[in-house]
């Protein structure tokens, strides 16, 4: 997942005063999901072979992000809301943003490094195949799902994100452009009332009970209950209750998950979305506070929470380029290895801080520009 920057509007702050909680958890997030994808150095094709999950580099250290980093994508769209519902909501719903604006905004963002990243994997992919006679990892390379990519909707008919195309891990970007669409059209012509959440993440829970199988609910459910949050943090931040409802919420952190754990609720099948649903947004309301730090950490957080879209959309190149030289030079890929897991995720890092840096924002700011 992504989260995406805003420059403008900012309604509750000023650009000084970034949410560095949530920018933290995003950059945690990011982790995540590099170390969940780790295991595709073990895939021919698009199956591992000989991949045992707990031989991989700092296993026991690192357990958590191993074995449960995709729900990185989950969290990054409950942030997300929060994000768009703390900055967008009011000048959505006043008309202070338009369509266009709001447009222009998102498409600077996002597609630049998108169609850039798009291109390489094609690229990349076709050498694989030349090379090998197969894909990597993500199989469906073909004319139809590259138009499809470059509008950013391969995965808008998709019942999963399985047999996702190109760069794969594009695929809840997609989900959540169309979720941008809705909360645009939500807020203009509906209202910006928190009973509206409550009524969309309601019939998200139905739909999700009837297992209707598109990961646009779970995208549109997380989103929303994101922007629940915001709406309660800023209204309770006007209140004298303000102060009583953040113990209550740190009171939830601390004790909730040992009070699952006492009384097995996490062996209930329906335990992660009800938990991560319920929990994130909590959690979010607690780290979204202003902290006061030095200029120095906050840049350094500010700079971890930039690039965290880089670091979503360029891992994947990384590693098949990396998996294409190794292949062509007749080398296995080294995964268990201490020395390659540093160099990948060390390399992925700082490509992703220069490409934010030198790509992402002159894109941007170019896009804008020229735009508006």
């Known amino acids: 997942m992504h989260l995406p920057q805003m420059a403008e509007p900012v309604p509750a702050q000023t650009a000084q005063n970034k949410l560095l909680g949530l920018e933290a958890i995003r950059f945690v997030c990011a982790l995540g999901v590099l170390f969940w994808h780790y295991q595709h150095f073990a895939f021919v094709a698009d199956q591992a072979v000989g991949f045992e999950r707990d031989r991989q580099p700092l296993y026991?250290?690192?357990?958590?992000f191993y074995d449960y980093g995709y729900f990185g994508v989950t969290i990054f769209w409950c942030i997300s809301g929060f994000i768009f519902f703390w900055k967008y909501q009011q000048a959505i719903a006043s008309g202070a943003v338009g369509a266009r604006k709001f447009f222009v905004l998102r498409f600077s963002r996002l597609y630049p490094l998108h169609l850039a990243t798009l291109l390489t994997v094609a690229l990349l992919q076709a050498l694989q195949h030349g090379l090998t006679g197969r894909y990597f990892v993500f199989q469906k390379n073909d004319v139809v799902h590259f138009v499809l990519q470059l509008f950013m909707a391969s995965n808008w008919a998709s019942t999963t994100s399985a047999g996702d195309s190109f760069n794969g891990p594009i695929w809840s970007i997609s989900v959540e452009v169309l979720i941008y669409c809705i909360f645009f059209l939500v807020l203009r012509h509906v209202g910006r009332s928190a009973v509206i959440n409550v009524a969309i993440i309601c019939a998200c829970l139905v739909a999700k009970f009837a297992k209707v199988p598109s990961p646009i609910v779970d995208c549109l459910a997380f989103f929303y209950v994101g922007g629940l949050s915001a709406i309660a943090l800023r209204?309770?931040?006007?209140?004298?209750?303000?102060?009583?409802?953040?113990?209550?919420?740190?009171?939830?952190?601390?004790?909730?998950?040992?009070?699952?754990?006492?009384?097995?609720?996490?062996?209930?099948?329906?335990?992660?979305?009800?938990?991560l649903i319920s929990y994130t947004p909590v959690t979010l309301y607690l780290c979204a506070q202003q902290f006061q730090a030095s200029a120095a950490v906050q840049s350094f957080v500010e700079a971890a929470g930039n690039m965290t879209y880089s670091s979503y959309l360029v891992h994947f190149p990384l590693q098949l380029a990396t998996v294409l030289l190794l292949e062509a030079a007749g080398v296995a890929v080294p995964y268990h290895e201490l020395g390659f897991f540093f160099a990948f995720f060390g390399v992925t890092l700082l490509a992703s801080y220069g490409i934010y840096r030198f790509f992402e924002m002159p894109a941007q700011m170019l896009i804008r520009n020229r735009l508006r």
Request: proline share 7%; aromatic share 18%.
């Open 235 to 275: 209204h309770f931040q006007q209140t004298r209750f303000h102060g009583a409802v953040m113990l209550a919420a740190l009171c939830a952190i601390v004790g909730v998950p040992g009070a699952v754990w006492a009384t097995g609720l996490y062996q209930n099948p329906h335990f992660t979305f009800l938990f």
């Open 60 to 64: 026991g250290l690192f357990k958590p």
